[in-house]
């Protein structure tokens, strides 16, 4: 694993509202020991924001520790695990709270202990969001208390920094009448903790000493629900809490968020429930099928692997009938935060697409900033176009194959700059091409099959999808293409073959057995076969957009000259990256980049290594593509009255 990892881009500070974004107020950020004093450098903006760090080793028993700006740098630790209240000892702190993220103090077992892998997770206060409130007990019932939140909060957490009492959690559907305990297993009980929330205050109902003894000190996290403060237009939320009622089966409930949830806690709630809380994140890894990473704020454990939830373009599915999270008829609450939704424009192209050629060190092929899918292979010589996905972590399909899902534990995506666990590999032998989601222009999207035609399947692209590559996970079958430059969208083709474009039956395809229904801006709709939409099987779907100046996805005919056919995207110095593919007569899915040399060609459905081809020479506005029939027809990209689509990215 690397040294450091976060999931988010970028913060640009200021409360809710236009403009913001969860990337601004949210980071799950991994790293490695070092037995140092160190910068964890996150983007994240807690020196003019304040906020709250959570830090818990991943791979050794080792403790949850807590630190706010509230209390400040000198307060010391909180551990979630334990009834302990605040204590300090140097080495084992947060040491500064910064404009980019935080610092952590001399190597600790809890926090930094030399080759150890951690997890952090950090939460700006905003509005709409999160706030971290300290008070000091009075033991008067119905005392209120001020939160900046500007909304009702979902869920408080409350601590005595004082004494060794539990941890309190108020959450919106366990009632007023009920608490769950942070450090403990047990269900909700009837103690009324809070008895009301409102977007000022929370109202203290209790003298206890886990929450409002007098002359004791107190820590609140007060956390938001559904608050439309966030994107461009000030409209949309990125928390939820809410609750669910298990069914006890692998097709367990699907909770609807409206949006893809990146960090999820979950707790039984009901009588019967004396269950472990549990926390997911997508960098630890949340893929589809097995492998969810989990580690519970109750105890010190370290990290488990589980199949309990896949997540979902709108929310997350219960996978598992067990009882951490899925018992029949028991309640159960959960507390989830939205994926990074910074859209397209507010990133320069090198920060959505980046190439690499292998490296010793994990992540083998490194991007500087947080990606979600990947293609990888040696270009000089035969093999496989690989790819995979922080939805299939610890695996991969093969572009030129019908199998499904391959698994291989160097297929590890819990980095923030690039993918890959493998530093043994020969370093400049093997080159990846990388993208990173972004509302605009790219989405990747796992769903479970249903054989209904006219299924509709949301995406988060949150534009009109101009191509889409879909894969079944789980069986042998072909890779299935859509572009809506190719007659209209009423078309297909096939990824994993040179074949020209089906005109025929895409109703059964892109549509609900007797009418094609081409995909809108937030989904795309499927027909019932088995090689799109099979009952309970998986599937993955690959969605771009044109972005101006990012990507460009278009269709043209040849000309059939040596001297070229210029395409003109709309950039300013040249494409990065172009994918031709003829439509209209057998065709290699032809793909050159800058990084290799622009004359250099490899193809998505063949195994062979890169030919060389004098196709493409560099053309400001985009990419020039000349007639070159040395490779044989099905390599050239520019035959006279041939039809092509392509995709290029500056």
Not at 11 to 32: H, N, Q, R
Request: charged fraction near 20%; hydrophobic fraction near 35%; aromatic fraction near 12%.
């Amino acid at each position: 694993m690397s040294i450091s990892r976060k999931i988010t881009g970028d913060a640009s500070g200021g409360s809710g509202g236009s403009g913001k974004y969860v990337d601004d107020v949210f980071s799950t950020y991994l790293y490695t020991g070092t037995g140092a004093d160190r910068d964890i450098v996150n983007g994240i903006d807690l020196d003019d924001k304040g906020g709250l760090v959570w830090l818990k080793s991943r791979e050794t028993a080792r403790t949850h520790t807590l630190f706010d700006t509230e209390r400040g740098v000198s307060a010391g630790q909180l551990q979630s695990n334990t009834t302990l209240g605040e204590f300090y000892q140097a080495g084992r702190h947060v040491t500064a709270f910064n404009t980019d993220g935080f610092s952590i103090g001399l190597g600790d077992a809890d926090t930094n202990a030399t080759g150890d892998d951690y997890a952090s997770w950090t939460f700006a206060k905003q509005e709409g969001f999160f706030d971290v409130v300290t008070y000091e007990g009075n033991e008067v019932f119905g005392r209120k208390i001020p939160h900046s939140l500007g909304s009702v909060p979902g869920m408080v957490i409350v601590k005595c920094l004082t004494r060794e009492v539990y941890w309190c959690v108020y959450h919106k559907d366990l009632g007023g009448d009920n608490t769950l305990f942070l450090n403990l297993t047990d269900p909700a009980l009837n103690f009324k903790f809070i008895s009301a929330v409102d977007d000022k205050t929370f109202t203290l109902n209790t003298n206890q000493g886990g929450g409002n003894q007098n002359n004791q000190s107190y820590v609140a996290y007060v956390f938001a629900d559904d608050a439309p403060m966030f994107g461009p237009d000030g409209d949309e939320s990125i928390i939820k809490c809410g609750s669910y009622t298990g069914n006890g089966s692998s097709d367990g409930p699907e909770i609807d968020l409206g949006w893809e949830p990146q960090w999820i806690l979950i707790k039984g709630s009901s009588s019967g429930a004396a269950y472990d809380w549990k926390l997911y994140d997508a960098m630890r890894g949340i893929p589809v099928g097995t492998g969810d990473k989990a580690l519970q704020p109750n105890k010190s454990d370290v990290e488990e692997t589980e199949n309990n939830l896949d997540l979902t373009a709108t929310g997350f599915r219960l996978t598992n009938g067990g009882f951490a999270t899925n018992k029949a008829n028991e309640t159960y609450i959960y507390m989830a935060i939205r994926r990074p939704m910074k859209p397209a424009e507010e990133f320069d192209p090198e920060e959505l697409f980046a190439m690499d050629t292998n490296i010793a060190e994990s992540p083998s092929f490194n991007t500087g900033f947080p990606i979600d899918m990947a293609i990888q292979r040696n270009p000089t010589t035969t093999g496989q176009n690989e790819i995979s996905a922080r939805l299939l972590d610890g695996g991969y399909v093969m572009t030129t194959e019908t199998s499904g899902t391959v698994s291989n534990a160097k297929y590890v995506w819990d980095f923030p700059d690039g993918w890959y666990d493998s530093p043994a590999n020969t370093p400049g032998v093997f080159q990846s091409w990388m993208w990173r989601r972004a509302p605009g222009f790219f989405d990747v999207v796992t769903y479970e099959g249903d054989s209904v035609a006219g299924r509709e399947v949301p995406h988060n692209i949150n534009a009109v999808p101009e191509m889409m590559w879909l894969k079944p996970l789980e069986r042998a079958s072909e890779w299935i293409v859509y572009c809506s430059h190719l007659n209209g969208g009423d078309s297909r083709l096939k990824l994993n073959t040179q074949a020209e474009a089906s005109l025929s039956g895409n109703q059964y395809y892109w549509g609900d057995g007797t009418n094609v229904v081409l995909p809108t801006d937030t989904h795309f709709t499927l027909g019932g076969g088995t090689g799109l939409n099979g009952s309970s099987e998986n599937y993955i779907m690959m969605l771009w957009a044109s972005v101006p100046g990012v990507c460009d996805i278009g269709s043209y005919t040849g000309n059939g000259q040596g001297s070229g056919l210029q395409i003109d995207c709309g950039f300013t110095n040249g494409a990065r990256f172009v994918l031709v593919k003829r439509t209209d007569a057998n065709g290699n899915w032809m793909y050159w980049d800058i990084l290799r040399g622009q004359n250099e060609t490899l193809a998505l459905n063949l195994t062979d290594a890169q030919k060389f081809g004098n196709v493409w020479p560099p053309y400001a506005p985009g990419f020039q593509v000349n007639q070159y029939a040395a490779n044989g027809a099905d390599w050239d990209p520019n035959v006279l009255n041939a039809e092509y689509i392509y995709m290029a990215i500056a």
